[in-house]
């Protein structure tokens, strides 16, 4: 007996919409791209209860006449393409014809659209039509989305709260803003305005809309191509970065994807100018003949194909280093590798999960005993607490960069940065441990966040309650902090709290949030300001015993080395004796 047969279209549509929408953010990205290839100048998107209760999109697109206003929800029903040839020669987002029918089949989906002569409004519910009839609306289309998911309880227990669905809905919205500066966006977030562009097709201005006016003024202007490819956008000053990738905005041919290997081209030309483990701020979108991207790859269109991938990010790495060596940048120093010979790098893992009441006391004021000669800990021996530091004798600076000593067997190279940055970290976590001072900042603290950080204020707050630090809202994407703790002096304010904000964001999705002392303690040091000068031979003299009375003197907060040794059994080596 045959046992085979084929699935209802009900049936197929939920296994489709499994793919096309995870979760209300999905929704809003299909409506988005069908509103964008309807050549809409305004697009308005409302989300209640981050779109788990009610998503609307609303466009001043071409619209649909009264038949093809019922037509949409067919399977693989699409006026983008008509036959096989075609999908070699997209030019629309969409193409599948899967959107509309596996939403509709999750949720209570109503329409209105109107071509400009004819006019409809169609309800579907949870795969069914429940109503089609005409509806006099001005040209556009209109679509609300309710109880999405209700049907299917696997997959709504997968969202999270409402907040946090608001805040990928905001960062959708946003980058749909930066590939689209010629449509105006508007997102409302229960009633309140999230985020708004004008459509005047700066694209400038919606970097500044969307990432505040130090961004949009570091923000380099970019133009290059080869054979296939045409690159434009902005680069941001690097000085500009952020802790994550999320910052990093690529689209092909105006499309949004995740393509990996190209944040990864662009971040290799970035590698002089910005900080190890930073990401830059970027928005470039790369137009190629559409026979080059096979966007084919996924129903949720996120992944794609690039013929000649090699050749776009060699040109993506050599034009992005171009355009920052041009705006004579001051590179970022780079680690070399000579000193990594010495001492193994330890993770910033390791250093985290030491509990935290292993960590000293400030510095005492009193000389230290004479530490004991002993050799520095070699890759072969394991890490662990150092017996003795070697003795050293400051004999000078070079390049205002390192600080040279003689030591019992060789000379010893310290990195003044790192060295410092240890000092500084020991310190910092020490004072982490206590209760701190207060001062209040003389100009408050003001950070560009955005809408969806603002409206989780709260959240936030809990997260860093240990660290004393409140955040207030002050305006609608923006906050400030008026009150810093006393060990703030030390370090630059904006960056280090946007850092904490971004960590946040970024960490969202686990169920609970919370700053390890230590973590805040490296990403605080990451900002010191004192690192940066030259140093009297007394200073160099102060930095040496400070290092020797750390808990860990042989590595940075980062896990990078702090001095290197050069015995002078090799020195006489090298000089052939
Ligand atoms: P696709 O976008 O892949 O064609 P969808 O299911 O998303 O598939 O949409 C089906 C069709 O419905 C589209 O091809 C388009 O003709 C029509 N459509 C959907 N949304 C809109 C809109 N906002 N304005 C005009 N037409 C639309
Ligand atoms: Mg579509």
């Known amino acids: 007996m045959s046992r085979i047969h084929t699935l209802n279209s009900q049936t197929a549509n939920m296994i489709a919409a499994g793919e096309v929408v995870e979760r209300p953010m999905g929704v809003v990205k299909e409506l988005v791209e069908n509103s964008i290839d309807a050549d809409s100048t305004r697009i308005e998107i409302s989300i209640y209860q981050g779109g788990m209760e009610r998503i609307i999109v609303r466009d001043d697109g071409c619209g649909m006449d009264a038949t093809d206003a019922t037509a949409c929800f067919g399977r693989h029903a699409t006026s983008k393409i008509s036959n096989e040839n075609d999908l070699w020669s997209i030019h629309s987002l969409g193409f599948r014809g899967e959107a509309l029918p596996s939403i509709a089949s999750v949720s209570e989906l109503t329409l209105k659209t ?3 002569s004819d006019a409809a409004m169609v309800k579907m519910s949870y795969g069914k039509l429940v109503s089609a ?3 006099p609306c001005s040209k556009g289309t209109e679509i609300t989305v309710e109880g999405l998911f209700y049907q299917t309880p696997a997959r709504l227990k997968h969202l999270r709260s409402a907040a946090y669905e608001a805040s990928l809905i905001q960062s959708l919205v946003c980058s749909f803003a930066l590939s689209h500066p010629e449509i105006a966006f508007v997102l409302t977030s229960d009633e309140r305005d999230a985020f708004r562009t004008t459509g005047q097709g700066d694209l400038q201005e919606v970097l500044f809309l969307v990432y505040g006016r130090a961004v949009s003024e570091g923000s380099i202007p970019v133009s290059f191509s080869d054979y296939d490819y045409k690159v434009t956008g902005f680069l941001v000053n690097p000085l500009q970065s952020r802790a994550a990738r999320s910052a990093m905005h690529v689209y092909l041919n105006g499309r949004m994807v995740r393509t990996y290997r190209l944040y990864k081209a662009i971040l290799d030309g970035y590698e002089d100018f910005i900080v190890k483990g930073r990401y830059p701020i970027c928005v470039l979108n790369v137009e190629m003949d559409p026979h080059l991207l096979d966007v084919n790859v996924h129903p949720s269109k ?10 776009l990010e060699d040109l993506l790495r050599r034009e992005v280093r171009n355009a920052l060596k041009q705006t004579t940048l001051a590179p970022a120093a780079n680690v070399p ?7 193994e790098p330890i993770s910033f893992e390791q250093e985290l999960n030491k509990p935290v009441e292993e960590t000293k006391a400030p ?3 009193e000389k230290p005993k004479p530490a004991v000669v002993q050799k520095p800990i070699k890759k072969e021996e394991p890490i662990k607490q150092p017996a003795g530091f070697p003795e050293m004798e400051v004999i000078g600076q070079l390049h205002n960069k390192f600080i040279l000593c003689a030591t019992e067997d060789g000379l010893a190279i310290i990195d003044q940065h790192a060295a410092q940055e240890r000092v500084h970290f020991e310190e910092l976590c020490a004072v982490l441990n206590q209760q701190p001072v207060m001062t209040d900042c003389l100009i408050p603290i003001v950070l560009h966040v955005g809408y969806d950080i603002v409206s989780r204020v709260g959240e936030l707050n809990a997260s860093v309650a240990d660290l004393h630090i409140s955040f207030e809202p002050f305006g609608n994407d923006t906050l400030r902090v008026s009150q810093v703790p006393s060990w703030f002096t ?8 946007q850092d904490v904000i971004d960590a946040f964001r970024n960490e969202s999705n686990h169920a609970y949030t919370h700053f390890e ?3 805040i303690a490296t990403m605080a040091c990451h900002h010191s300001i ?3 000068r030259s140093l009297t031979m007394d200073e160099m003299k102060e930095v040496v015993r400070q290092l020797s009375l750390c808990e860990n003197p042989y590595h940075c907060p980062h896990g990078r080395p702090t001095f290197i040794t050069l015995k002078e059994k090799e020195l006489t080596k090298e000089f052939l004796r």
């Open 490 to 497: 030390d370090i630059e304010e904006e960056p280090f709290l």
């Open 302 to 311: 996120w992944e794609v194909r690039i013929s000649k991938e090699n050749q």
């Open 114 to 116: 109107s071509d400009g």
């Open 363 to 365: 510095v005492p004021e």
């Open 133 to 135: 009839s005409p509806y």
């Open 517 to 519: 002392r230590k973590r």
């Open 337 to 343: 590798e000579a000193r990594v010979e010495y001492y």
């Open 530 to 532: 004192r690192f940066h």
